[in-house]
């Protein structure tokens, strides 16, 4: 018997990618009967769905950004289960991306499909390193899909974010991040590089900085950034770090702290102008998606002839995974964000 | 390459003048030499690689990268040498990072032809800032926003010394600075620049404001006329001599009638004038003679260029600046007087009994040679920089006429979405038919606020009749009151009269176009 290609039996509908024989949706964008959510980044994991599966963490995730949902049936799979969905079977591998993140592996009458959702290759200490899974077709985001995007050794960043903290001893460091995953990664690897100091979180990074501490992943002495009468006096700043979600760091919100030194972690950070647009005085390239050269790597690693492409920079990518004798397609799924947990 | 990099890669994106010194002083203390020495070129504007274009270093991306992928990147980063930078394919490479040196000492003796494959060579071992800082440093793109005088500030800082003590030094030196270097790190002592015949950083003014007239004791102060031309340094030492200009640049070639005729020596301050049967002409036949290497025989007879001392620095070997003014003053008649050089003579000593008498002489003056009254304090030594309260500019008030808004150009920059350049003229009669005509008379783009900058911008649109590119000609509808200081015959004008710095001084949104100015009551300002 041939296996059927996954052409013929996963569609792209309006609502997202759906498994016919399974009778689910993987990152539905809208509300559906039977979803299964890669990881919990907003774009990927909505409000809704009747039934969700998902890694024990990720459901964690979605509880706590979208809240209780009454009603909703939760199936918790550990990374490596096998489950039956309908005619199909599925398991969830890691991505890499943030904590609990999983590629979802489905498997038809002896035909796979690996939807990874967003991934990337490097370590990081806050959550399981990507596993690369053989399959027939990969779908791929492409956030990071020009060749210009090719992420530095975050360790590296982080050092030059040390060096600026010991030249302005008298000035405050704000990094710019987001709160699911970017935030505790920076902190993770704060903490790697021997820095044992309080790090000062904004009010709205604090319960996913708890959720990853409840999952077993130590992020040391963190503290509220509440500056002023009742918080910390604002001289303790000096010399110190303080994490806040993007939209915080060149608002009114930052104005509490000693003469900021406005930082940013982001893969977006490796273009100069995109840095400069944004005021950001110190940009720190530290992505949790997977940069240009490994994208094409990992088309390789899962030896998979074809790759399906989500979101993101798909003409480029399709042109340089064309060149190399795989077959791509664009599946042009609107509504995930670029900027969601990069 | 790597500290320079970084330095390059934090300046880019800091706006404070504080964050950056920290960040240059930071580097100063960390480089090794001559590495410093070649950034603090790079910094300054002093290091330029002709040899190296935009092109060669698309040609190079086009060796390692697929064109269509490096299209759709340069349309993403929208900059040549920050797209090859980050496109780069890295190949295994077993060479070192090069360090600056190594860049600016290859480069500085490679063909042209040969350029690129240098350049390859560096590309791979380097990380995608180290080639961004080697593509921008050969390319003259750097545009950090640091000034050479914030540098200066930088290596006064470094080396804990005054800023003066810098420029004192500054134009005696070439990158890659070693002796400022040694000095400033205090191995040797400062640079000895006693027989050489270097810039001496000038002593600036002050503009007078019209509310410190009345405070100021004037009694205490020299007045002198303040002459319409350029400033400039003679330094005559060790048997060389120089003419420099203001900032310092090296301008004697094109001004070899002054030079001939230094047969002294001595570092003199003074202006420099077109000077014909005696009279001093007007600003624009000295700009005839501005901004050339060399000069022509013509050039010489029609505008003879002439200098009026005002102060001497050194006679000599011997160092005057620290004189009160009036014995330089004195020291200088004496060596004019003893030296008598052709080409040169004294600005004159504005004698006044009081403030009154001055203000009356500066109203009446509508000399074209002088722009108003210098005053200087009797006292004071010669200080370099713009030190408070000792040179004061007392610029007489300027002219005004009204003249009618004729075409408007876009701006640059962040104007660059409004018609912010505005041409202006005056009424005549047309020479044949004797009807009414404008002719253009000056050109403004500034003295207006923003707001009415937005009101112009959207009266030109409403009034366009003509579009040629950038420029847009308008119905003859809206009234400028123009200020300038001065006003010049000009044959290259169509007017037959040139301003200098024309402003716009008030919109005058009432009145009639008709009722502008004629073109002879602008002659009749010519001084
Ligand atoms: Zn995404
Ligand atoms: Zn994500």
């Known amino acids: ?342 | 390459m790597t500290p320079f990099a970084q330095l390059l890669d934090r300046l880019i994106y800091t706006p404070s003048r504080n964050t950056k010194l920290a960040l240059i002083v930071d580097y100063f203390r960390h480089a090794p030499d001559p590495d410093r020495g070649w950034a603090l070129a790079a910094l300054t504007g002093a290091l330029s690689f002709p040899g190296v274009k935009a092109g060669a270093i698309r040609e190079l991306a086009m060796r390692r990268v697929d064109p269509v992928l490096f299209g759709w990147s340069y349309d993403y980063v929208g900059d040549l040498a920050e797209t090859t930078a980050l496109i780069w394919p890295e190949r295994r490479s077993n060479r070192a990072w090069p360090t600056l040196s190594e860049v600016v000492e290859r480069l500085r003796t490679t063909a042209r032809s040969d350029a690129p494959d240098v350049i390859e060579e560096w590309l791979d071992p380097l990380d995608a800032t180290g080639r961004w800082a080697l593509l921008k440093l050969i390319t003259g793109g750097l545009r950090v926003g640091v000034s050479a005088r914030l540098a200066k500030v930088a290596l006064a800082e470094y080396g804990g010394v005054d800023p003066t003590e810098i420029e004192e030094v500054w134009h005696g030196l070439e990158p890659p600075y070693g002796e400022l270097f040694a000095w400033l790190d205090r191995r040797t002592p400062r640079p000895d620049l006693e027989d050489k015949p270097v810039f001496r950083p000038p002593m600036l003014a002050h503009p007078l404001e019209d509310d410190e007239v009345e405070g100021l004791d004037f009694s205490a102060f020299l007045a002198e006329w303040k002459w319409d031309g350029i400033r400039v340094q003679i330094v005559a030492r060790g048997g060389e001599k120089r003419l420099y200009s203001r900032t310092g640049d090296d301008i004697g070639a094109a001004f070899p009638d002054v030079l001939d005729h230094v047969t002294f020596e001595a570092v003199l301050d003074g202006e420099l004038l077109v000077v014909a049967g005696g009279e001093v002409r007007p600003f624009n036949e000295l700009q005839q003679r501005l901004n050339r290497k060399t000069v022509t025989g013509a050039m010489l007879r029609k505008y003879p260029a002439f200098v009026r001392l005002y102060d001497i620095l050194f006679e000599g070997a011997e160092d005057l600046r620290d004189l009160p003014l009036v014995e330089r003053r004195a020291r200088l008649e004496a060596f004019h007087a003893r030296t008598a050089p052709q080409r040169m003579d004294l600005s004159a000593i504005v004698e006044f009994a009081g403030r009154d008498e001055l203000e009356a002489l500066r109203a009446g003056a509508r000399d074209t040679a002088t722009e108003g009254l210098m005053l200087k304090r009797r006292d004071a030594p010669y200080v370099a920089g713009r030190p408070k309260g000792l040179w004061y500019k007392w610029k007489r008030g300027p002219l005004t006429v009204d003249a009618v808004l004729m075409y408007a150009q876009r701006g640059h920059g962040k104007r660059s979405s409004f018609y912010s350049d505005y041409t202006f003229g005056a009424w005549r009669e047309h020479p044949e038919t004797g009807a009414p005509e404008l002719v253009p008379v000056g050109k403004a783009y500034f003295g207006f606020t923003d707001d009415e900058l937005k009101l112009l911008d959207k009266w030109v649109r409403d009034h366009t009749v003509n579009r040629f590119g950038p420029v847009r000609e308008v119905t003859h509808g809206l009234v400028f009151e123009v200020a300038f200081d001065s006003i010049h015959r000009s044959p290259r004008h169509k007017s037959g009269v040139a301003m200098r710095f024309p402003r716009i001084s008030r919109i005058r949104w009432d009145k009639p176009a008709a009722e502008a100015d004629r073109l002879e009551t602008l002659e009749k300002l010519i001084g």
């Open chain 1, 1 to 342: 018997m041939i296996a059927p290609h996954p052409e013929t039996w996963v569609e792209v509908r309006p609502q997202g990618l759906y498994v016919v024989p399974g009778g689910f949706y993987v990152d539905p964008l809208r509300a559906v009967d039977r979803a299964v959510i890669t990881h919990g980044h907003s774009d990927h994991a909505r409000p809704g769905h009747r039934a969700v599966l998902a890694t024990a963490e990720t459901l964690a995730i979605m509880d706590h950004r979208i809240g209780a949902q009454p009603g909703q049936a939760k199936q918790p799979l550990a990374y490596g289960e096998v489950v039956r969905l309908g005619e199909v079977e599925v398991s969830l591998h890691p991505a890499g991306h943030v904590l609990g993140s999983a590629q979802v592996l489905i498997e038809y009458r002896g035909s796979r499909i690996v939807v990874s959702g967003d991934y990337k290759r490097r370590a990081d200490p806050t959550c399981a390193p990507f596993v690369p899974v053989r399959c027939d077709v990969f779908v791929t985001e492409a956030t990071f899909g020009l060749p210009v995007f090719r992420h530095p050794d975050d360790r590296a960043e982080i050092a030059r974010l040390l060096d600026s903290v010991r030249l302005f001893p008298e000035r405050c460091h704000v990094v710019g991040v987001y709160s699911l995953g970017k935030a505790q990664r920076v902190i993770g690897l704060l903490r790697e590089a021997g820095w044992d100091r309080p790090i000062y979180a904004h009010g709205a990074l604090l319960p996913m900085c708890a959720l990853y501490e409840a999952h077993g992943v130590s992020l040391g002495d963190l503290r509220p950034a509440t500056a002023g009468a009742k918080g910390v006096p604002k001289d303790e700043f000096k010399g110190g770090i303080v994490l806040a979600p993007p939209s915080a760091i060149i608002d009114r919100w930052a104005r509490r702290l000693p003469d900021p030194v406005v930082c940013m972690a982001s893969g977006w950070m490796r273009v100069r102008q995109r840095a400069r647009q944004g005021g950001v005085e110190l940009p720190l390239v530290i992505s949790d998606h997977a940069d240009w050269d490994e994208l094409l790597q990992t088309f390789d690693d899962v030896g998979a002839p074809e790759v399906w492409i989500t979101h993101g920079r798909e003409e480029a990518l399709m042109h340089a995974a064309n060149a190399r004798g795989y077959r791509a397609r664009a599946l042009a799924l609107v509504g995930y964000e670029d900027e969601g947990g990069s």
